[in-house]
Protein backbone atom coordinates (compact mmCIF):
# COMPACT_ATOMS: atom_id res chain seq x y z
CA UNK A 1 0.00 0.00 0.00
CA UNK A 2 2.96 2.31 0.43
CA UNK A 3 4.79 2.47 -2.31
CA UNK A 4 1.44 2.15 -4.40
CA UNK A 5 0.55 5.31 -2.50
CA UNK A 6 4.51 6.79 -3.40
CA UNK A 7 3.37 5.85 -6.87
CA UNK A 8 0.53 7.61 -7.11
CA UNK A 9 1.97 10.26 -5.45
CA UNK A 10 4.99 10.87 -8.34
CA UNK A 11 3.10 10.02 -10.90
CA UNK A 12 -0.19 12.85 -10.20
CA UNK A 13 0.73 15.00 -13.06
CA UNK A 14 1.41 12.39 -15.45
CA UNK A 15 -1.16 10.09 -17.84
CA UNK A 16 1.07 7.16 -16.60
CA UNK A 17 -1.52 4.58 -15.83
CA UNK A 18 -4.17 6.46 -17.09
CA UNK A 19 -6.45 6.39 -19.81
CA UNK A 20 -5.13 4.51 -22.67
CA UNK A 21 -5.75 6.39 -25.98
CA UNK A 22 -3.40 9.16 -26.76
CA UNK A 23 -6.26 11.61 -27.46
CA UNK A 24 -7.39 10.71 -23.56
CA UNK A 25 -4.03 10.96 -22.54
CA UNK A 26 -3.43 14.47 -24.33
CA UNK A 27 -6.76 15.65 -23.05
CA UNK A 28 -5.06 15.22 -19.34
CA UNK A 29 -2.40 16.87 -19.96
CA UNK A 30 -3.94 19.91 -21.21
CA UNK A 31 -5.53 22.33 -18.89
CA UNK A 32 -4.50 25.67 -17.65
CA UNK A 33 -1.74 26.30 -20.27
CA UNK A 34 -4.20 25.38 -23.09
CA UNK A 35 -7.20 27.74 -21.86
CA UNK A 36 -4.70 30.34 -20.69
CA UNK A 37 -3.39 30.36 -24.59
CA UNK A 38 -6.86 30.40 -25.71
CA UNK A 39 -8.20 33.21 -23.98
CA UNK A 40 -5.02 35.41 -25.13
CA UNK A 41 -7.06 35.60 -28.30
CA UNK A 42 -10.02 37.67 -27.03
CA UNK A 43 -12.12 40.51 -28.93
CA UNK A 44 -9.90 42.89 -27.94
CA UNK A 45 -6.35 40.36 -29.32
CA UNK A 46 -8.56 40.20 -32.28
CA UNK A 47 -9.06 43.70 -33.08
CA UNK A 48 -5.22 44.06 -32.42
CA UNK A 49 -4.42 41.15 -35.18
CA UNK A 50 -7.15 42.56 -37.47
CA UNK A 51 -5.65 45.97 -37.40
CA UNK A 52 -2.16 44.81 -38.49
CA UNK A 53 -2.82 42.61 -41.07
CA UNK A 54 -5.09 45.23 -42.52
CA UNK A 55 -2.34 47.98 -41.79
CA UNK A 56 0.71 46.10 -42.73
CA UNK A 57 -0.19 42.84 -44.29
CA UNK A 58 1.59 39.86 -44.32
CA UNK A 59 5.17 41.77 -43.32
CA UNK A 60 3.87 42.19 -39.58
CA UNK A 61 3.34 38.26 -39.15
CA UNK A 62 6.45 37.38 -37.85
CA UNK A 63 6.45 39.38 -34.88
CA UNK A 64 4.35 35.90 -33.88
CA UNK A 65 7.03 33.87 -34.46
CA UNK A 66 9.02 36.17 -32.28
CA UNK A 67 6.78 36.60 -28.88
CA UNK A 68 6.52 32.50 -29.17
CA UNK A 69 9.20 31.48 -27.23
CA UNK A 70 9.08 34.36 -24.63
CA UNK A 71 5.14 33.71 -24.25
CA UNK A 72 5.97 30.33 -23.92
CA UNK A 73 8.53 30.72 -21.22
CA UNK A 74 7.01 33.18 -19.17
CA UNK A 75 3.81 31.22 -18.97
CA UNK A 76 5.47 28.31 -18.12
CA UNK A 77 7.24 30.16 -15.11
CA UNK A 78 3.51 31.43 -14.04
CA UNK A 79 2.61 27.84 -14.13
CA UNK A 80 5.67 26.75 -12.39
CA UNK A 81 5.44 29.52 -9.46
CA UNK A 82 1.67 28.02 -9.09
CA UNK A 83 2.76 24.31 -9.29
CA UNK A 84 5.86 24.58 -6.80
CA UNK A 85 4.36 27.03 -4.16
CA UNK A 86 1.00 25.88 -3.98
CA UNK A 87 0.17 29.64 -3.87
CA UNK A 88 -0.72 32.07 -6.84
CA UNK A 89 1.36 35.46 -7.94
CA UNK A 90 -0.52 37.58 -5.56
CA UNK A 91 -0.41 35.27 -2.58
CA UNK A 92 3.61 34.77 -3.13
CA UNK A 93 3.91 39.27 -3.60
CA UNK A 94 1.83 39.45 -0.29
CA UNK A 95 4.20 36.80 1.24
CA UNK A 96 8.17 38.05 0.11
CA UNK A 97 7.85 40.90 -1.10
CA UNK A 98 6.43 45.00 -0.25
CA UNK A 99 2.66 45.22 0.55
CA UNK A 100 3.07 48.69 -1.76
CA UNK A 101 4.17 46.66 -4.68
CA UNK A 102 1.42 44.31 -4.15
CA UNK A 103 -1.18 46.66 -3.92
CA UNK A 104 -0.25 48.84 -6.87
CA UNK A 105 0.20 45.64 -8.97
CA UNK A 106 -3.03 44.05 -7.97
CA UNK A 107 -4.84 47.95 -8.76
CA UNK A 108 -3.37 48.15 -12.07
CA UNK A 109 -4.49 44.13 -13.21
CA UNK A 110 -7.78 44.90 -11.80
CA UNK A 111 -8.38 48.72 -13.32
CA UNK A 112 -7.06 46.81 -17.16
CA UNK A 113 -9.02 43.38 -16.77
CA UNK A 114 -12.34 45.44 -16.03
CA UNK A 115 -11.83 47.63 -19.18
CA UNK A 116 -11.21 44.46 -21.14
CA UNK A 117 -14.35 42.59 -19.81
CA UNK A 118 -16.24 45.91 -20.73
CA UNK A 119 -14.07 46.12 -24.22
CA UNK A 120 -14.60 42.29 -25.42
CA UNK A 121 -18.79 42.14 -23.77
CA UNK A 122 -19.21 44.86 -26.58
CA UNK A 123 -17.28 43.44 -29.25
CA UNK A 124 -19.29 39.90 -28.85
CA UNK A 125 -22.74 42.41 -28.66
CA UNK A 126 -21.66 43.97 -32.10
CA UNK A 127 -20.93 40.52 -33.69
CA UNK A 128 -24.03 39.25 -32.58
CA UNK A 129 -26.15 42.29 -33.78
CA UNK A 130 -23.92 41.92 -36.95
CA UNK A 131 -25.08 38.35 -37.59
CA UNK A 132 -28.64 38.27 -36.56
CA UNK A 133 -29.53 41.51 -36.01
CA UNK A 134 -31.48 43.20 -32.48
CA UNK A 135 -30.29 45.43 -30.01
CA UNK A 136 -26.74 44.98 -28.92
CA UNK A 137 -27.27 45.97 -25.54
CA UNK A 138 -29.22 43.11 -24.75
CA UNK A 139 -26.68 40.70 -26.16
CA UNK A 140 -23.87 42.33 -23.66
CA UNK A 141 -25.92 41.59 -20.37
CA UNK A 142 -27.25 38.06 -21.47
CA UNK A 143 -23.24 37.18 -21.89
CA UNK A 144 -22.70 39.10 -18.89
CA UNK A 145 -24.94 36.94 -16.74
CA UNK A 146 -23.84 33.68 -18.61
CA UNK A 147 -20.33 34.22 -18.09
CA UNK A 148 -20.86 35.31 -14.31
CA UNK A 149 -23.60 32.39 -13.57
CA UNK A 150 -21.17 29.53 -15.16
CA UNK A 151 -18.26 30.97 -13.07
CA UNK A 152 -20.34 30.89 -9.96
CA UNK A 153 -22.41 27.88 -10.16
CA UNK A 154 -21.08 25.42 -12.28
CA UNK A 155 -18.96 22.70 -10.64
CA UNK A 156 -14.96 23.91 -10.94
CA UNK A 157 -14.24 20.19 -12.82
CA UNK A 158 -17.28 20.64 -15.25
CA UNK A 159 -16.23 23.97 -15.78
CA UNK A 160 -12.85 23.81 -17.06
CA UNK A 161 -14.51 21.34 -19.26
CA UNK A 162 -16.38 23.72 -20.71
CA UNK A 163 -13.25 26.26 -20.84
CA UNK A 164 -11.62 23.27 -23.06
CA UNK A 165 -14.77 22.63 -25.14
CA UNK A 166 -14.50 26.63 -25.79
CA UNK A 167 -10.95 26.89 -27.77
CA UNK A 168 -12.66 24.68 -30.46
CA UNK A 169 -14.43 28.06 -31.20
CA UNK A 170 -11.01 29.54 -32.24
CA UNK A 171 -11.06 26.95 -35.07
CA UNK A 172 -13.17 29.49 -36.78
CA UNK A 173 -10.41 31.47 -38.15
CA UNK A 174 -8.33 28.85 -39.49
CA UNK A 175 -12.14 28.15 -41.84
CA UNK A 176 -11.48 31.84 -42.56
CA UNK A 177 -8.13 31.05 -43.95
CA UNK A 178 -9.55 28.59 -45.74
CA UNK A 179 -12.17 29.81 -47.83
CA UNK A 180 -10.05 33.09 -48.52
CA UNK A 181 -7.38 33.65 -51.43
CA UNK A 182 -4.21 33.67 -49.84
CA UNK A 183 -0.97 34.05 -51.45
CA UNK A 184 0.91 31.55 -49.55
CA UNK A 185 4.39 32.25 -50.84
CA UNK A 186 4.12 35.82 -49.79
CA UNK A 187 2.76 34.91 -46.75
CA UNK A 188 5.20 32.54 -45.93
CA UNK A 189 8.19 35.28 -46.81
CA UNK A 190 6.68 37.87 -43.96
CA UNK A 191 5.87 35.19 -41.52
CA UNK A 192 9.60 34.09 -41.87
CA UNK A 193 11.67 37.35 -42.92
CA UNK A 194 11.37 39.56 -40.52
CA UNK A 195 10.69 43.19 -41.93
CA UNK A 196 10.75 46.68 -40.96
CA UNK A 197 9.06 50.01 -41.73
CA UNK A 198 10.64 52.98 -40.42
CA UNK A 199 6.87 54.45 -39.94
CA UNK A 200 5.52 55.14 -36.30
CA UNK A 201 2.81 53.32 -36.43
CA UNK A 202 4.15 50.03 -37.72
CA UNK A 203 6.18 50.40 -34.10
CA UNK A 204 2.97 51.30 -32.15
CA UNK A 205 1.20 48.24 -34.06
CA UNK A 206 4.59 45.95 -33.12
CA UNK A 207 3.89 46.83 -29.31
CA UNK A 208 0.45 46.35 -29.33
CA UNK A 209 0.98 42.57 -30.69
CA UNK A 210 3.86 42.58 -27.71
CA UNK A 211 1.42 43.52 -25.24
CA UNK A 212 -1.90 41.68 -26.08
CA UNK A 213 0.32 38.12 -27.01
CA UNK A 214 2.34 38.66 -22.66
CA UNK A 215 -0.80 39.76 -20.53
CA UNK A 216 -0.14 40.33 -16.74
CA UNK A 217 -4.15 38.93 -15.84
CA UNK A 218 -2.37 35.85 -18.29
CA UNK A 219 0.00 35.23 -15.40
CA UNK A 220 -2.52 35.41 -12.58
CA UNK A 221 -4.59 32.68 -14.14
CA UNK A 222 -2.24 29.79 -15.06
CA UNK A 223 -0.27 30.23 -11.57
CA UNK A 224 -3.75 30.17 -9.71
CA UNK A 225 -4.99 27.61 -11.74
CA UNK A 226 -2.36 25.27 -10.92
CA UNK A 227 -3.06 25.61 -7.38
CA UNK A 228 -6.60 25.30 -8.69
CA UNK A 229 -5.09 21.61 -9.55
CA UNK A 230 -3.52 20.46 -6.58
CA UNK A 231 -6.73 21.33 -4.24
CA UNK A 232 -8.56 19.06 -7.79
CA UNK A 233 -6.06 16.33 -7.46
CA UNK A 234 -6.02 14.77 -4.16
CA UNK A 235 -1.93 12.78 -5.26
CA UNK A 236 -1.09 16.35 -6.00
CA UNK A 237 1.06 18.63 -3.57
CA UNK A 238 2.90 21.74 -4.14
CA UNK A 239 6.38 20.87 -5.29
CA UNK A 240 8.59 22.34 -2.29
CA UNK A 241 6.74 19.79 0.11
CA UNK A 242 6.88 16.84 -2.07
CA UNK A 243 9.77 17.15 -4.74
CA UNK A 244 9.40 13.40 -5.80
CA UNK A 245 6.45 14.96 -7.92
CA UNK A 246 8.89 17.58 -9.51
CA UNK A 247 9.65 15.67 -12.80
CA UNK A 248 6.00 14.46 -14.03
CA UNK A 249 4.60 18.17 -12.59
CA UNK A 250 7.49 20.11 -14.49
CA UNK A 251 7.17 18.24 -17.71
CA UNK A 252 3.03 18.15 -17.93
CA UNK A 253 3.26 22.25 -17.09
CA UNK A 254 6.18 22.38 -20.31
CA UNK A 255 3.87 20.21 -22.56
CA UNK A 256 0.39 22.00 -21.92
CA UNK A 257 2.02 25.72 -21.50
CA UNK A 258 3.92 25.11 -25.38
CA UNK A 259 1.13 23.61 -26.61
CA UNK A 260 -1.31 26.09 -25.39
CA UNK A 261 0.54 28.75 -26.78
CA UNK A 262 1.87 27.33 -30.26
CA UNK A 263 -2.16 27.18 -30.56
CA UNK A 264 -2.83 30.69 -29.38
CA UNK A 265 0.12 32.03 -31.90
CA UNK A 266 -1.41 30.24 -34.62
CA UNK A 267 -4.85 31.78 -34.32
CA UNK A 268 -3.34 34.76 -34.28
CA UNK A 269 -1.58 34.47 -37.14
CA UNK A 270 -4.63 33.14 -39.12
CA UNK A 271 -6.63 36.22 -38.33
CA UNK A 272 -3.60 38.22 -39.30
CA UNK A 273 -3.34 36.12 -42.48
CA UNK A 274 -6.86 36.51 -43.25
CA UNK A 275 -6.66 40.56 -42.39
CA UNK A 276 -3.73 41.01 -44.66
CA UNK A 277 -5.12 38.81 -47.87
CA UNK A 278 -8.45 40.80 -47.76
CA UNK A 279 -8.87 43.77 -46.12
CA UNK A 280 -4.92 44.73 -46.59
CA UNK A 281 -5.15 43.65 -50.05
CA UNK A 282 -8.68 45.50 -50.76
CA UNK A 283 -6.89 48.63 -49.19
CA UNK A 284 -9.06 48.52 -46.04
CA UNK A 285 -6.63 49.35 -43.54
CA UNK A 286 -8.61 51.41 -40.69
CA UNK A 287 -9.83 48.40 -38.69
CA UNK A 288 -10.42 49.33 -34.80
CA UNK A 289 -12.15 46.53 -33.63
CA UNK A 290 -12.82 43.18 -34.30
CA UNK A 291 -16.67 43.61 -35.12
CA UNK A 292 -15.45 45.93 -37.67
CA UNK A 293 -13.03 43.69 -39.01
CA UNK A 294 -16.35 41.05 -39.33
CA UNK A 295 -18.05 43.43 -41.05
CA UNK A 296 -15.56 44.24 -43.89
CA UNK A 297 -14.93 41.05 -44.49
CA UNK A 298 -18.35 40.79 -45.93
CA UNK A 299 -18.48 42.16 -49.43
CA UNK A 300 -14.74 41.29 -49.51
CA UNK A 301 -14.20 37.59 -48.80
CA UNK A 302 -18.22 36.32 -48.74
CA UNK A 303 -20.87 36.14 -46.69
CA UNK A 304 -19.47 32.33 -45.14
CA UNK A 305 -15.84 34.13 -44.21
CA UNK A 306 -17.81 36.80 -42.35
CA UNK A 307 -20.32 34.51 -40.40
CA UNK A 308 -17.24 32.17 -39.41
CA UNK A 309 -15.01 35.48 -38.35
CA UNK A 310 -18.43 36.71 -36.28
CA UNK A 311 -19.14 33.39 -34.54
CA UNK A 312 -15.29 33.36 -33.70
CA UNK A 313 -15.50 36.57 -31.54
CA UNK A 314 -18.34 35.34 -29.48
CA UNK A 315 -17.00 32.18 -28.60
CA UNK A 316 -13.27 33.32 -27.92
CA UNK A 317 -15.09 35.81 -25.45
CA UNK A 318 -17.20 33.65 -23.75
CA UNK A 319 -13.41 31.95 -23.16
CA UNK A 320 -11.72 35.11 -22.04
CA UNK A 321 -13.93 37.06 -19.90
CA UNK A 322 -14.34 34.12 -17.39
CA UNK A 323 -10.26 34.11 -17.54
CA UNK A 324 -10.57 38.18 -16.78
CA UNK A 325 -12.82 38.43 -14.46
CA UNK A 326 -11.42 34.85 -12.97
CA UNK A 327 -7.82 36.53 -12.22
CA UNK A 328 -8.82 39.49 -11.03
CA UNK A 329 -10.82 37.67 -7.79
CA UNK A 330 -7.62 35.56 -7.79
CA UNK A 331 -5.47 38.44 -7.17
CA UNK A 332 -7.63 40.64 -5.27
CA UNK A 333 -9.01 37.35 -3.26
CA UNK A 334 -5.34 36.30 -2.35
CA UNK A 335 -4.65 39.75 -1.78
CA UNK A 336 -7.19 39.67 0.69
CA UNK A 337 -6.11 36.67 1.87
CA UNK A 338 -9.59 35.65 1.23
CA UNK A 339 -11.07 32.08 0.26
CA UNK A 340 -10.00 31.72 -3.11
CA UNK A 341 -11.14 29.31 -5.72
CA UNK A 342 -13.66 27.80 -8.35
CA UNK A 343 -13.55 24.60 -6.42
CA UNK A 344 -15.10 25.87 -3.58
CA UNK A 345 -18.83 26.52 -3.13
CA UNK A 346 -20.40 29.91 -3.83
CA UNK A 347 -20.98 30.32 0.08
CA UNK A 348 -17.56 29.32 1.34
CA UNK A 349 -15.97 31.89 -0.97
CA UNK A 350 -18.50 35.16 -1.31
CA UNK A 351 -15.60 37.77 -1.73
CA UNK A 352 -13.92 35.96 -4.44
CA UNK A 353 -16.98 34.83 -6.63
CA UNK A 354 -18.74 38.71 -5.16
CA UNK A 355 -15.05 39.76 -7.18
CA UNK A 356 -16.35 37.89 -10.35
CA UNK A 357 -19.99 39.56 -10.58
CA UNK A 358 -18.94 42.69 -9.58
CA UNK A 359 -15.83 42.70 -12.38
CA UNK A 360 -18.14 41.70 -14.64
CA UNK A 361 -20.89 44.22 -13.95
CA UNK A 362 -18.42 47.36 -14.17
CA UNK A 363 -17.30 46.15 -17.52
CA UNK A 364 -20.46 46.12 -18.90
CA UNK A 365 -21.44 49.33 -17.26
CA UNK A 366 -18.74 50.45 -19.38
CA UNK A 367 -20.73 50.03 -22.45
CA UNK A 368 -23.56 51.99 -21.48
CA UNK A 369 -20.98 54.99 -20.19
CA UNK A 370 -19.39 57.61 -22.09
CA UNK A 371 -16.29 55.80 -22.50
CA UNK A 372 -15.31 55.53 -26.15
CA UNK A 373 -14.56 51.69 -26.33
CA UNK A 374 -11.93 51.95 -29.01
CA UNK A 375 -10.09 54.48 -26.24
CA UNK A 376 -10.95 52.15 -23.32
CA UNK A 377 -9.23 49.26 -25.32
CA UNK A 378 -6.38 51.09 -25.77
CA UNK A 379 -5.58 52.51 -22.32
CA UNK A 380 -6.24 48.68 -20.94
CA UNK A 381 -3.42 47.88 -23.27
CA UNK A 382 -1.50 50.83 -21.63
CA UNK A 383 -1.94 49.74 -18.58
CA UNK A 384 -1.59 45.95 -19.19
CA UNK A 385 1.89 47.11 -20.44
CA UNK A 386 2.71 49.00 -18.02
CA UNK A 387 1.64 46.43 -15.27
CA UNK A 388 3.68 43.39 -17.29
CA UNK A 389 7.12 44.31 -16.84
CA UNK A 390 7.54 45.17 -12.71
CA UNK A 391 5.27 41.74 -12.73
CA UNK A 392 7.59 39.76 -14.47
CA UNK A 393 10.62 41.21 -12.71
CA UNK A 394 9.28 39.82 -9.46
CA UNK A 395 9.13 36.65 -10.96
CA UNK A 396 11.94 36.40 -12.28
CA UNK A 397 13.36 37.04 -8.87
CA UNK A 398 10.59 35.19 -7.32
CA UNK A 399 11.90 32.12 -9.29
CA UNK A 400 15.66 32.27 -8.64
CA UNK A 401 14.88 32.93 -4.47
CA UNK A 402 15.67 29.52 -2.93
CA UNK A 403 12.85 30.33 0.06
CA UNK A 404 10.17 30.51 -2.72
CA UNK A 405 10.71 27.91 -4.68
CA UNK A 406 12.96 25.52 -2.78
CA UNK A 407 15.15 23.21 -5.02
CA UNK A 408 12.91 24.41 -8.00
CA UNK A 409 14.80 27.88 -8.83
CA UNK A 410 14.69 28.20 -12.49
CA UNK A 411 17.90 28.30 -14.87
CA UNK A 412 19.32 27.96 -17.82
CA UNK A 413 17.10 28.44 -21.29
CA UNK A 414 14.24 29.51 -19.00
CA UNK A 415 16.03 31.77 -17.02
CA UNK A 416 17.29 33.58 -20.30
CA UNK A 417 13.92 33.57 -22.25
CA UNK A 418 12.40 35.11 -19.40
CA UNK A 419 14.58 37.69 -18.97
CA UNK A 420 15.12 38.98 -22.44
CA UNK A 421 10.72 38.47 -22.60
CA UNK A 422 10.90 40.77 -19.42
CA UNK A 423 13.06 43.29 -21.31
CA UNK A 424 11.41 43.23 -24.46
CA UNK A 425 8.01 43.99 -22.72
CA UNK A 426 9.90 46.78 -20.62
CA UNK A 427 10.60 48.65 -24.19
CA UNK A 428 7.63 47.79 -25.58
CA UNK A 429 6.24 49.43 -22.02
CA UNK A 430 7.74 52.49 -22.29
CA UNK A 431 7.18 52.86 -26.60
CA UNK A 432 3.33 52.32 -25.86
CA UNK A 433 3.93 55.17 -22.79
CA UNK A 434 5.28 57.36 -25.04
CA UNK A 435 2.26 57.04 -27.45
CA UNK A 436 -0.33 57.44 -24.84
CA UNK A 437 1.54 60.27 -23.51
CA UNK A 438 2.05 62.03 -26.71
CA UNK A 439 -1.28 61.17 -27.99
CA UNK A 440 -0.30 59.89 -31.35
Not at 24 to 30: A, G, I
Not at 118 to 123: K, M, Q, S, T
Request: aromatic letters at 10%.
Amino acid sequence: MKSSKAANEVNSDSSVGGPKSFKQKLLRVLGPGLITGASDDDPSGIATYSQAGAQFGFSITWTLLFTYPLMSAIQEISGRIGRITGKGIAANLRQHYPNWLLQSIVGLVLIANVINIGADLGAMGDATTLLIGGPRVVYIVAFAVLCAVLQVFIAYSNYVSVLKWLTISLFAYFGTVLVVNVPWVQAARGFLIPTFDNRFEFWTTVVAIFGTTISPYLFFWQASEEVEEIEAVKARRPLIKSPKQGPDALTRIRLDTYIGMAFSNLISLAIMVTAAATLHAAGKTDIQTSSQAAEALKPIAGEFAFAIFALGIIGTGLLAIPVLAGSAAYALGETRQWPTGLAKKPLKAKAFYGTIVIATLVGTGINFSSLDPIKALFWSAVVNGVVATPVMIVMMLMTANEKVMGRFEIHGYLKAMGWIATAVMAAASAVMFVSAVSGR
